[in-house]
């Protein structure tokens, strides 16, 4: 009769030890994901397009390594800017077509919006100028940006703002902050989607 | 007798068994009857036979039957990518780039969408139909932006057919997508198991494995599988030919499909065609298993969630705020 206890007690017991390791066998892809913490080299995949646009070594670290932006020089229409900001006189017909009246400038808040000198240089016209008056290149605007808008930097640097260029994997090329957002008016126009979706079945 | 004249007169079996019939005649009117055999077997959604040259039926023939794809040695896959790649090319005169490349080691693919920054502007929509040979009759598409109401997070309370200038004051935009769960509800509910997650974490669709009944699109909480009730048509010069067996190839009629991460592309460390697209940057995809990639980034630094996470189905796509 005991005997009989005991065997259906030890029954009992392997039954709630089987489903007590079942139910640990349970985990989250976050466990899965947590416990990865050796270093992936994603510059070992191998990538069948490389980033071909111009791109610059950026002045900052992601992650404690090195990484590259989009390259701005080569995309801005007008450059080199001292080409024609010189010392040279000029008529007036010739200032009507070379001004940048085509410049809106929508950055800032209304009515205390920002000006040209804001950011640019106003001496040294190729270069930009952040608050402390450090002259800055117009492939590292992100420097400049970052000044007031040191969230959005703190995440682009992370991942969190702003995209990579082409690839997951390999060396991180990512999206300079002009590469996306006009500078003289940042914020996206509205407009109509590129397309539109219909009921699903 | 009546089959011997013409081949393509139906065989009237009775009469056969009627007849008395010499070893000779027993024995053409069972090649004859194996020939419609295998023409039923094979028509069935590509055309007819007749036009078909021997090597077509040939092809089509090893084609039928070819295994599942995750019981195939590479040798297999080679061969059955080939097969394809020239089956296009007598067909429709395309040269298709198919690749049947495997998973990479220690990557595990996920996704992160902020709904912050989407503006819902569908680019990633229309990128995506163009990259996965999507049918443009129907309209079919992988990725839904829905336009949601301040402070609900669930998109079936969205709008997911708006139509006018975005982004409109006061809402914000939700994209879902096949969310490639970790613990697939749509992999379970196949009766062929012609779905399967990968590896890396991809669940994917043995296109010619698929009996089309749907179980697994009854199955999935997210509604991230689409059906094709027609053969596809996408316009010649939009076919993307770079093509992966598990991924962008086009789907015959019947079969179900859905989104891939761009396998194609991933398994060869480019970015999904929606994440490429996107401008406004509300789309993070990248190795779950490297703490160094931005996917890591968001989930430790911003607040996300899950859709439906208390289903348990442990999906790839975290949402996230800025």
Same mark, same amino acid.
């Given at each position: 009769?005991?005997?009989?206890?005991?065997?259906?007690?030890?029954?009992?017991?392997?039954?709630?030890?089987?489903?007590?390791?079942?139910?640990?066998?349970?985990?989250?892809?976050?466990?899965?994901?947590?416990?990865?913490?050796?270093?992936?080299?994603?510059?070992?995949?191998?990538?069948?397009?490389?980033?071909?646009?111009?791109?610059?070594?950026?002045?900052?670290?992601?992650?404690?390594?090195?990484?590259?932006?989009?390259?701005?020089?080569?995309?801005?229409?007008?450059?080199?800017?001292?080409?024609?900001?010189?010392?040279?006189?000029?008529?007036?017909?010739?200032?009507?077509?070379?001004?940048?009246?085509?410049?809106?400038?929508?950055?800032?808040?209304?009515?205390?919006?920002? /000006? *040209?000198?804001? @950011? +640019?240089?106003? #001496?040294? =016209? %190729?270069? !930009?100028?952040?608050?402390? $008056?450090?002259?800055?290149?117009?492939?590292?605007?992100?420097? /400049? *940006?970052?000044? @007031? +808008?040191?969230? #959005?930097? =703190? %995440?682009? !640097?992370?991942?969190?703002? $702003?995209?990579?260029?082409?690839?997951?994997?390999?060396?991180?090329?990512?999206?300079? @902050?002009?590469?996306?957002?006009?500078?003289?008016?940042?914020?996206?126009?509205?407009?109509?989607?590129?397309?539109?979706?219909?009921?699903?079945? | 007798?009546?089959?011997?004249?013409?081949?393509?007169?139906?065989?009237?079996?009775?009469?056969?068994?009627?007849?008395?019939?010499?070893?000779?005649?027993?024995?053409?009117?069972?090649?004859?009857?194996?020939?419609?055999?295998?023409?039923?077997?094979?028509?069935?959604?590509?055309?007819?036979?007749?036009?078909?040259?021997?090597?077509?039926?040939?092809?089509?023939?090893?084609?039928?039957?070819?295994?599942?794809?995750?019981?195939?040695?590479?040798?297999?896959?080679?061969?059955?990518?080939?097969?394809?790649?020239?089956?296009?090319?007598?067909?429709?005169?395309?040269?298709?780039?198919?690749?049947?490349?495997?998973?990479?080691?220690?990557?595990?693919?996920?996704?992160?969408?902020?709904?912050?920054?989407?503006?819902?502007?569908?680019?990633?929509?229309?990128?995506?139909?163009?990259?996965?040979?999507?049918?443009?009759?129907?309209?079919?598409?992988?990725?839904?932006?829905?336009?949601?109401?301040?402070?609900?997070?669930?998109?079936?309370?969205?709008?997911?057919?708006?139509?006018?200038?975005?982004?409109?004051?006061?809402?914000?935009?939700?994209?879902?997508?096949?969310?490639?769960?970790?613990?697939?509800?749509?992999?379970?509910?196949?009766?062929?198991?012609?779905?399967?997650?990968?590896?890396?974490?991809?669940?994917?669709?043995?296109?010619?494995?698929?009996?089309?009944?749907?179980?697994?699109?009854?199955?999935?909480?997210?509604?991230?599988?689409?059906?094709?009730?027609?053969?596809?048509?996408?316009?010649?010069?939009?076919?993307?030919?770079?093509?992966?067996?598990?991924?962008?190839?086009?789907?015959?009629?019947?079969?179900?499909?859905?989104?891939?991460?761009?396998?194609?592309?991933?398994?060869?460390?480019?970015?999904?065609?929606?994440?490429?697209?996107?401008?406004?940057?509300?789309?993070?995809?990248?190795?779950?298993?490297?703490?160094?990639?931005?996917?890591?980034?968001?989930?430790?630094?911003?607040?996300?969630?899950?859709?439906?996470?208390?289903?348990?189905?442990?999906?790839?796509?975290?949402?996230?705020?800025?």
């Amino acid at each position: 009769m005991t005997k009989q206890l005991y065997s259906a007690l030890f029954l009992l017991l392997c039954i709630t030890l089987i489903s007590d390791s079942g139910a640990a066998s349970e985990k989250s892809v976050l466990d899965e994901i947590n416990a990865a913490e050796d270093r992936f080299d994603s510059r070992a995949v191998p990538l069948f397009k490389q980033v071909t646009d111009e791109r610059v070594l950026a002045h900052e670290e992601y992650q404690g390594g090195p990484f590259w932006v989009l390259a701005r020089k080569s995309q801005i229409e007008r450059y080199k800017c001292s080409s024609c900001h010189t010392d040279k006189s000029m008529t007036a017909q010739q200032g009507r077509e070379l001004t940048h009246g085509n410049v809106i400038l929508e950055h800032g808040d209304e009515g205390q919006g920002l /000006l *040209c000198i804001d @950011c +640019h240089h106003p #001496q040294e =016209r %190729d270069f !930009l100028e952040d608050k402390k $008056g450090r002259k800055i290149d117009f492939d590292h605007s992100y420097q /400049l *940006c970052g000044q @007031c +808008h040191f969230r #959005q930097k =703190r %995440d682009w !640097l992370g991942g969190a703002h $702003g995209k990579r260029a082409l690839n997951w994997a390999g060396e991180r090329t990512v999206y300079n @902050c002009t590469t996306c957002h006009d500078p003289h008016s940042p914020r996206f126009k509205k407009r109509f989607p590129a397309t539109y979706s219909v009921e699903l079945d | 007798m009546s089959v011997k004249k013409d081949d393509h007169e139906p065989i009237r079996t009775d009469a056969l068994l009627e007849k008395k019939s010499s070893r000779r005649t027993f024995l053409k009117g069972l090649s004859i009857g194996a020939a419609a055999g295998s023409a039923a077997l094979t028509a069935g959604c590509i055309g007819s036979v007749e036009a078909a040259t021997p090597e077509e039926l040939k092809l089509r023939w090893q084609e039928f039957f070819k295994k599942n794809y995750r019981l195939m040695s590479q040798e297999e896959k080679d061969g059955t990518v080939a097969r394809l790649e020239r089956l296009a090319k007598m067909r429709d005169n395309i040269d298709l780039q198919m690749g049947s490349y495997p998973p990479l080691d220690g990557v595990l693919y996920g996704y992160a969408f902020n709904i912050t920054r989407c503006e819902g502007f569908m680019e990633c929509v229309t990128a995506c139909v163009k990259e996965n040979n999507l049918d443009r009759k129907t309209n079919t598409q992988y990725i839904r932006i829905f336009e949601m109401e301040p402070g609900k997070l669930d998109p079936s309370t969205g709008d997911g057919r708006y139509y006018h200038e975005v982004p409109v004051e006061n809402k914000f935009y939700m994209g879902t997508q096949c969310f490639h769960c970790e613990k697939a509800p749509c992999t379970k509910a196949c009766p062929t198991r012609a779905t399967w997650k990968e590896p890396d974490g991809i669940v994917v669709v043995d296109y010619d494995w698929c009996i089309g009944c749907r179980y697994c699109q009854a199955a999935c909480p997210y509604y991230g599988r689409r059906f094709n009730w027609g053969k596809p048509e996408i316009p010649r010069d939009e076919i993307t030919v770079r093509q992966h067996y598990l991924g962008n190839r086009i789907r015959p009629k019947g079969k179900m499909e859905k989104c891939t991460f761009c396998i194609q592309r991933t398994r060869k460390g480019r970015l999904p065609a929606c994440v490429e697209a996107c401008p406004t940057g509300a789309r993070v995809f990248g190795n779950l298993l490297d703490p160094e990639s931005e996917i890591r980034y968001v989930l430790k630094h911003k607040k996300v969630f899950r859709m439906k996470e208390e289903l348990g189905t442990d999906p790839k796509f975290w949402y996230f705020i800025d």
